[in-house]
């Protein structure tokens, strides 16, 4: 099961309410296998192929924060402004965050559902996030306890939904690597959802992309294996590399 088809089953109607009416959701909309239909079981609608196509062609350009391709003789581009019209994400410039916002991100989150870990990998957020919806599952008794109490404060279902859309955030539109730990500012961020939805993500996530994309440096790798004599080229090993961000928008756009 994907993240977005996993969020849509375990949140209820009251959670799913609050989710849409985040920054990210508008996601909802969409089906799961749309945006993970290799997690869901289902064809996976990411063009891997095409997305290598487009940057065996790209061009080069003095542009800062664009990709242009050519294709079939048409120069085609990929910007900030093309992941805008794609994702609906926010995407002006990121802000600095002030000394009195940063006073008032708190690690609630991350010590009730995370044993207040100092460092908590993607799996720990999947532990954490799947655990609120089953009491004593991975928790302590101290945990138990704190949880019962927002549980009482009618918090625990709206901690659900933060959880929810750095696990979103994380899983999806940063897909980011596994092994790595999530960002401590992300988990803190969110508990002031008002500060977490104004926050321009897109232009947070387009970054990542771009360097991402701009790491792979396929032309001058294909015209090195190329120039290799026929007797030193390996037959049969693809190229193979991961893409951080969001790169189902690229492929989109273009």
């Known amino acids: 099961m994907g993240i977005l088809a996993e969020i849509k089953e375990k949140l ?4 799913l309410d609050l989710f849409r009416r985040s920054c990210f959701g508008h996601f909802l909309d969409l089906e799961p296998e749309w945006l993970e239909g290799g997690k869901t079981g289902k064809r996976n609608t990411f063009a891997g192929q095409l997305v290598h196509f487009l940057l065996l062609r790209r061009m080069r350009t003095s ?3 664009e990709m242009w391709f050519l294709v079939e003789g048409k120069p085609a581009r990929f910007s900030l402004t093309e992941f805008a019209m794609v994702t609906g994400l926010h995407c002006s410039a ?3 965050i002030s000394t009195e916002q940063s ?3 708190k690690n609630r989150l991350r010590d009730l559902y995370f044993e207040g870990r ?4 993607q799996d720990d957020l999947i532990r954490g996030f799947r655990s609120m919806f089953n009491e004593g599952e991975g928790s302590g008794k101290k945990e138990k306890r704190k949880k019962k109490k927002a549980a ?3 918090q625990e279902r709206e901690d659900r939904v933060k959880v929810a859309l750095v696990y979103f955030l994380e899983g999806v539109l940063l897909s980011a690597d596994a092994k790595k730990n999530i960002s401590d500012f992300y988990l803190s961020m969110v508990d002031d959802l008002a500060m977490f939805n104004a926050y321009p993500w897109g232009s947070e996530v387009y970054d990542l992309m771009f360097d991402s994309l701009s790491s792979k440096n396929l032309v001058a790798k294909y015209k090195e294996r190329l120039a290799k004599p026929k007797e030193k ?3 049969g090993v693809k190229e193979t590399y991961t893409l951080l961000g969001f790169p189902f928008s690229f492929q989109v756009s273009c």
């Not at 100092?118 to 990998?121: A, E, L, T, W, Y």
């Open 118 to 121: 100092s460092q908590i990998k």
């Open 103 to 105: 006073l008032r991100l």
């Open 12 to 15: 209820d109607d009251w959670e």
């Open 63 to 65: 542009k800062k924060k």
């Open 94 to 96: 990121i802000p600095k």
């Open 152 to 154: 009482k404060r009618g």
């Open 233 to 235: 080229q390996v037959s």
